[in-house]
């Protein structure tokens, strides 16, 4: 059997569909054990497997009878089960009754050692995207076939792997919910320019941007919880509904401008509990602009991506010295201060597009320099899209922008 060759472009799309399931070098997971279980007894097989293929190396998931977990990619049978998915896509599954008699194979260190592969049955699984990221697979010691009813079953385990992998109704379901947790509306801001988006690495991600009218002003936020994955999704709703809540009730007792560093110090002690089971984190930048004066007050919660590019060109950080929520209990943040003339654009994004940008080693230097480059809101976001549409994230690209018109 000829080994077919993936191509470069290929291979990076398929490396980036492996990395947005975020599986790799995960624990053992009872859902797939129970797969490779079920198919050593139905098949009769010594040994079975789901495994990913990454770059350089062949990571198993679960395994039974097989006592490894990384195998040199080279040194592996399902490679050729991968590369064929692309080029055999209606027919993708690779049967070897002997692979000692293959020529492409017989070379391999888990074949021609004594008592080594024989008989190998690979079929591939499935990442976003349609790319081909794994193996469901089986292996035997001598050499055999598979009759009709056989090979039924493999497949149908295969399907199986496939459904356990993907997680699809439950991603989209979470998926769905996020996206309409976020501001549906056109806020009505007379005088100024808002766009906002979030571009998802994953289905679902730990970034989440909010904006909402408060009396006379308006409040912007964007966080971003540390982690990815459901995990970190469920995360980014407790802290979008706590700072809500806070402002909400903030304003019910006629604070209208409510002091942002106490809110932020409230929705922290709310969520302390959450943070400290979780053991996890949440960069903040919080916000409230005055519509008419374009007076702004922040918090700063380690989050460092918020800037002002200024009507003739100049970017104003806005930086703070406050801490992520939950780092520490009991924290509290100052509010600080700047404004928003005419001419002027807010700009709040994620590190998902300092990351995106190049930058290294928390070095942001090309954020302004593209934020200034793009001085409209609209021009800014479609930028964002079009650096994303060239190259999908690795990281979430969340990027809100406030403009106040020209007088």
């Not at 903040?284 to 702004?296: E, P, Q």
Request: with cysteine; aromatic share 6%.
């Amino acid at each position: 059997m000829d080994i077919p060759i993936i191509s470069e472009d290929t291979e990076r799309a398929r490396l980036r569909s492996l990395e947005q399931l975020a599986i790799l070098d995960t624990p053992p997971e009872a859902r797939f054990d129970q797969i490779t279980r079920m198919a050593r007894r139905l098949l009769g097989v010594p040994m079975s497997a789901v495994s990913l293929l990454d770059r350089d190396r062949q990571w198993v998931k679960s395994t039974q009878g097989l006592d490894m977990q990384n195998i040199p990619r080279s040194q592996t049978v399902c490679q050729t089960t991968i590369a064929r998915a692309y080029h055999h896509p209606e027919d993708p599954m690779v049967i070897l009754e002997d692979a000692r008699r293959d020529t492409a194979f017989a070379d391999l260190p888990g074949v021609a050692a004594d008592g080594g592969v024989r008989f190998y049955a690979g079929y591939p699984l499935y990442g976003p995207g349609g790319h081909p990221v794994g193996t469901f697979c089986i292996y035997d010691t001598e050499p055999r076939t598979l009759d009709s009813t056989q090979l039924a079953s493999f497949v149908e385990l295969a399907e199986w792997a496939q459904r356990e992998l993907e997680h699809s109704d439950e991603l989209e379901r979470a998926a769905r919910i996020q996206r309409e947790l976020l501001p549906r509306h056109e806020i009505d801001l007379p005088g100024y320019e808002v766009e906002s988006s979030c571009v998802q690495a994953f289905a679902v991600g730990g970034d989440f941007y909010d904006y909402y009218r408060v009396g006379p002003g308006a409040m912007f936020s964007l966080a971003d919880v540390m982690g990815k994955g459901l995990g970190a999704a469920i995360l980014t709703a407790s802290v979008r509904s706590a700072l809500r809540g806070v402002t909400h009730a903030l304003s019910a007792y006629g604070e209208d401008r409510p002091e942002l560093g106490r809110a932020v110090a409230a929705v922290a002690a709310q969520l302390a509990e959450d943070f400290d089971r979780t053991g996890t984190f949440v960069t903040l930048f919080h916000a409230r602009i005055d519509v008419d004066s374009g007076a702004l007050d922040y918090v700063d919660g380690g989050h460092g991506l918020a800037m002002i590019v200024r009507r003739d060109g100049t970017v104003e950080q806005l930086r703070s010295s406050g801490l992520p929520l939950g780092v520490i209990d009991n924290d509290s943040w100052e509010a600080q201060h700047s404004t928003l003339h005419p001419g002027d654009m807010l700009m709040i994004c994620s590190d998902g597009l300092l990351d995106h940008l190049g930058d290294i080693d928390g070095e942001w230097e090309s954020v302004p320099a593209f934020a200034a480059a793009h001085p409209s809101p609209t021009r800014l976001l479609a930028a964002v899209h079009d650096l994303a549409a060239v190259t999908p994230p690795l990281d979430d690209i969340t990027v809100v922008a406030l403009r106040r018109h020209d007088c």
